[in-house]
């Protein structure tokens, strides 16, 4: 008898033990999951890779002040014609409150300045760079120009590289990081043939939506 209330109490220990253990581990967990590749049309976005704090994760909810999220992601065309690529965000899933309180990179996150005072990401005039209205922000990084299967350009690449960065502001209120998160990167092309110079705003195709909540 002695021997089975000493088993139970060493069963009940290691269930404890195991139920502590998993509070303390972090909401945003690594994912082994493959690469996703998403495609539209002959445009394809593949190895999309979504990170928080440099940990592969699955979603970016629940917030904390100072997170990093990152969205990476190769894109190739099978397409014969070479293209304009930019990629376009679009935050209006997210909370109006919360947005005040992100800094948002398209491209690499830069070293040196940036993550010095919060941006307002649904603000089109204080946030150069915006194309869309005030209701549907958008954001394109300066267009690159991917080679096709039957064109190279002199500064063509052969993989356009898709890189979005948003941190957290570390004084962020904690209310509104329980607030929506949503952002959606559309992947947009436009022919490089029929637009030489720098497509206009009206002349973008869209592709692949890679969607980060």
Do not use: C
């Amino acid at each position: 008898m002695k021997r089975l209330a000493l088993a139970i109490v060493a069963m009940v220990v290691i269930l404890i033990a195991a139920v502590l253990i998993a509070t303390r581990l972090p909401d945003h967990t690594d994912s082994s999951e493959a690469d996703d590749v998403v495609s539209a049309g002959q445009i394809r976005a593949e190895r999309v890779r979504i990170r928080v704090n440099g940990v592969r994760s699955s979603a970016v909810t629940p917030l904390r002040a100072g997170d990093l999220i990152t969205l990476h992601a190769d894109v190739t065309t099978t397409g014969s014609a070479s293209q304009w690529m930019r990629t376009a965000l679009d935050f209006s899933g997210t909370d109006p409150e919360l947005a005040k309180h992100l800094y948002v990179y398209d491209g690499p996150l830069p070293t040196g300045v940036g993550l010095k005072a919060a941006v307002d990401v649904t603000d089109t005039v204080t946030f150069p760079g915006y194309v869309g209205t005030a209701d549907v922000p958008r954001l394109a990084n300066p267009p690159m120009v991917l080679n096709g299967a039957d064109e190279s350009e002199a500064a063509g690449l052969e993989e356009y590289p898709l890189a979005v960065a948003i941190y957290v502001d570390p004084a962020t209120p904690k209310e509104l990081l329980e607030r929506p998160l949503a952002m959606t990167a559309t992947v947009q092309s436009s022919a490089y043939r029929a637009h030489p110079g720098e497509p206009a705003n009206g002349d973008w195709s869209a592709g692949p939506q890679l969607p980060v909540q």
